[in-house]
T-cell receptor, first 114, second 111 residues
Framework: NAGVTQTPKFQVLKTGQSMTLQCAQD?????MYWYRQDPGMGLRLIYY???????DKGEVPNGYNVSRLNKREFSLRLESAAPSQTSVYFC?????????????FGPGTRLTVL | GESVGLHLPTLSVQEGDNSIINCAYS??????FIWYKQESGKGPQFIID?????DKRQGQRVTVLLNKTVKHLSLQIAATQPGDSAVYFC??????????FGSGTKLNVKP
């Protein structure tokens, strides 16, 4: 199993450009998440999807849109990138089980907006 | 609003010593808590979790303690090794699908 995969690993954008970050998981998890992590800080939730067909806003949704394409894939779109969106973006998936709700993270996408 | 924070941003310990990383939370309406480890350039990795109705849970070389009276969570690592050097985050989980992360503590293990 590959777990959670993200593409691209690195991206540089100019202000105003758009792009989509891709995420896929092969663990058959219902829930998927997008976080951003700024230097020296914890993760902040952008959007999450509790199940296929549903999406909800997290702490910092402004400037982002998401699509839960199917159970495996959850994409994050920046319609008009801004320098404040320079960050590392992590996708995660989880499934509630008897022992809790462990989240599995992808390797991250490092985005720089000039 | 809710906040999950850490008392110490950086902790340095000698190899072989025990490490204690602390976390304070402000909202008691949580389902459970998780400790994550994040190595440089990688995504967070699950270490151990504890339900809100428990006080203590042990794993391999790690123990998590939950004090709901003072809203305090700690992670104890026994016989700390160089491979334990990383940033450690606590996270508070509500409704089983909303995760709130603290800012992290960097653990440096000196050989």
């Amino acid at each position: 199993n590959a777990g959670v995969t993200q593409t691209p690993k690195f991206q540089v954008l100019k202000t105003g450009q758009s792009m989509t970050l891709q995420c896929a998981q092969d663990m058959n998890h219902n829930s998927m998440y997008w976080y951003r992590q700024d230097p020296g800080m914890g993760l902040r939730l952008i959007y999450y999807s509790a199940s296929e067909g549903t999406t909800d806003k997290g702490e910092v949704p402004n400037g982002y849109n998401v699509s839960r394409l199917n159970k495996r894939e959850f994409s994050l779109r920046l319609e008009s990138a801004a320098p404040s969106q320079t960050s590392v973006y992590f996708c995660a998936s989880s499934e509630q089980g008897a022992s809790g709700n462990e989240q599995f993270f992808g390797p991250g996408t490092r985005l720089t907006v000039l | 609003g809710e906040s999950v924070g850490l008392h110490l941003p950086t902790l340095s310990v000698q190899e072989g010593d025990n490490s204690i990383i602390n976390c304070a939370y402000s909202n008691s309406a949580s389902d459970y808590f998780i400790w994550y480890k994040q190595e440089s350039g990688k995504g967070p990795q699950f270490i151990i979790d504890i339900r809100s109705n428990m006080d203590k849970r042990q794993g391999q070389r790690v123990t998590v303690l939950l004090n709901k009276t003072v809203k305090h969570l700690s992670l104890q690592i026994a016989a700390t090794q160089p491979g334990d050097s990383a940033v450690y985050f606590c996270a508070e989980i509500k409704n089983f699908n909303k995760f709130y992360f603290g800012s992290g503590t960097k653990l440096n293990v000196k050989p």
